[in-house]
């Protein structure tokens, strides 16, 4: 195995944490993996790896050292790239994954653009309301709707998503229209269980520098937002959801915002991906036409339309 290559499993390992999970992603045997990093460690004559049962961490040379793989690397693919032109410098697959409803409303219908201006590029969409884990399904970047958790990823900030409150206009006939939270005590929303841990979001609302909740008790409880929006739609109840996944609908009169001055704190949306420096140029202008494309459709648009 040439240095390079070396420097390719060394990354890979880092980013993992784990030979395991290293020799899945790169299609290699667990043990290639192994001889790579003893190889790699015999030649610059350090150790690189701390190893134990459930983690492998980098010694302090391992962590100098993956800086500077990191930058040879991309300073190779550039160099081999020198003389190509952008679409094939460009050329090959990326895996990205995102909430179901901002795939099939706000990116497959702009999709047909981004592939004919870089015919070099495929793209897979992974398109879920659970989190995913970026190492173990092979993702090159992930778009998030609300607080993150994974702090070893890197995170480029989009913008944030308006939240507002909504409701059937037969259900307000059968039910009458709420006026304040307080009047929640006499509605029936519908509750929103996570995908990942099963935990009932409760009704939220900003009163001044403070968010305020209440506790959902609705007699019908669903965990993804397709569900979630049809509910409403038959009359079921209020729900609180993100201004572009029911805009449509508004303007179809098919739902009616209720409660706009206690609308729930915007949520940040982000793109997470593993590395800020080794970045190909597919995912670099995949990525910037994403950005772009979701802070206009889903952000700061929505925003600002006015929702009756």
């Known amino acids: ?3 390079i290559d070396l420097f390719r499993v060394f990354v ?3 980013v993992c944490a784990n030979f395991t999970r290293a020799a899945d992603t790169l299609g290699m045997p667990r043990s290639s993996v192994s001889a790579a990093i003893q190889e790699l460690e015999n030649r610059v004559g350090t150790r690189l790896l701390n190893r134990t049962t459930r983690k492998v961490t980098t010694t302090q040379d391992g962590a100098a050292l993956y800086d500077r793989c990191l930058r040879l690397i991309a300073d190779v693919e550039e160099t081999e790239n020198l003389f190509r032109s952008a679409d094939v410098s460009s050329a090959g697959t990326l895996r990205v994954d995102m909430p179901s409803r901002i795939g099939r409303l706000i990116v497959t219908p702009a999709l047909p653009a981004f592939l004919d201006a870089y015919p070099q590029i ?13 190492i173990e ?3 090159d970047c992930a778009l998030r709707v609300g607080t993150l958790n994974e702090s070893e990823l890197i995170a480029r900030p989009i913008g944030t998503l308006a939240l507002i409150n909504v409701a059937s206009p037969a ?3 059968r039910h009458g229209t709420p006026r304040d939270p307080d009047d929640l005590a006499y509605h029936t929303p519908i509750g929103y269980a996570s995908p990942a841990s099963g935990r009932l979001a409760p009704w939220e609302w900003v009163d001044g520098d403070r968010t305020r909740t209440l506790a959902i008790k609705g007699r019908v409880t669903v965990n993804n937002a397709e569900a979630y929006i049809a509910c ?7 729900i609180q959801i993100p201004a ?6 508004i303007r179809a009169g098919e739902l009616v915002e209720v409660l706009p001055g206690y609308r729930a704190p915007p949520m940040p949306v982000t793109l997470l991906y593993l590395h800020r420096q080794y970045l190909s140029r597919r995912f670099q202008v995949f990525a ?6 979701v802070r206009i459709q889903c952000c700061a648009q929505i925003e600002t339309i006015p929702l009756r």
């Open 171 to 173: 259900y307000l006939a």
């Open 232 to 238: 409403c739609l038959t009359g079921l109840g209020l």
């Open 122 to 134: 495929d793209v897979e969409i992974n398109a879920t309301d659970r989190p995913v884990d970026l």
């Open 12 to 14: 890979r390992v880092v």
């Open 1 to 3: 195995m040439d240095r």
């Open 244 to 249: 572009y996944d029911v805009e449509a609908h």
């Open 137 to 139: 399904e092979r993702i």
């Open 288 to 293: 910037d036409w994403f950005v772009e494309l």
